[in-house]
């Protein structure tokens, strides 16, 4: 909307060599449109594909904007070609969902010589100057592990021994590290307690199924399961399966899973007992980004942080009204 490519500055990429792109942002059709790049991660959860339906039904032309959407299949480097896409479209807004926290310097740099402002969603980058974005809307996940870590304290108080599988989500990104640091500061208040073994699930279903299966394959006997932390609902359905594949069961009486996100999937096997603690995670923030945009439209300043409140479930909160009005 703001920002009109002139057509020497296109016919100068073009001589340059620069190879055919689609037509800058503010070529669309309807010019009083703001134009919002939102660059996804990818779509490896339920989580996710919640995530990115929020923002396409938010930015959409009917509330005013022209929404150019890349999926980065779960790859860095595909967020960082289509945040200079961004840019060449000159688009108002760029929406940055990053996949990992490091490596986001010059981009982001190039984002802001190009005066657009970059409001990051969900995870976090890990960045010197903070000024290179203007605001991240997204979850504590740190805080979302330490509720995890305090229900499992009260769970086992005592000092018998409790052996822990932990299954990671995509390594470097915010809800890994969160989530992670959590489990490793209680492990050190808890001598007691012993990680058998930290598994890279990716936050996906397909992963961590594999993941857990080789691992209990690998064993020369079953191990002692107590408890299995698993970083995201895709990953808690994949080590379930395998679970109980080898034979353990789950839920009370058996191994506890403990799972983030509570997704009506994961909710659903919260309720029928097989996960006992369910964190959830928002991906509903597409409101939110709105409203971000709407205040720099105004010229106002954002709180460089907005965390969205969480709550945590167990069985018995979940009831069939729960499940029928979860949104995701
Ligand atoms: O960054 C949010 C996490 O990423 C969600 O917990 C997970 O499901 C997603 O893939």
Known sequence: MKRVLSFLAAAALLLAGCRAEPPAASDSADSDLISVGICQVG????WRVANSESMKATFTEENGYQLYFEDAQQKQENQFRAIRRFIQQQVDYIVLMPITETGWE??????REANIP???VDRMVDVEDETLYATHIGSDFTREGEIAMEWLEKKYPDETPVSILHIQGTMDSSAQTGRTVALEQALQRHPNWTRLAS?????TQAKSYE???DFLA???TPPTLDVVYCENDNEAFGTIQALEEAGYTCGEGGVTVISFDAT?????LCQQGKILLEMECNPLLGPLVEEAIQALESGETLPRQQYVGEASFTPEQVTDTLLEQRAY
Do not use: C, H, M, T
């Open 43 to 46: 779509a490896e959860s339920d």
């Open 106 to 111: 010059s981009v982001l740099q190039e984002a």
């Open 118 to 120: 970059v409001i990051l």
């Open 199 to 203: 598994l890279n699930g990716d936050f």
């Open 211 to 213: 993941v857990v299966r």
């Open 218 to 220: 690998q064993q020369p």
């Open 264 to 268: 009506r999937n994961g909710l659903s």
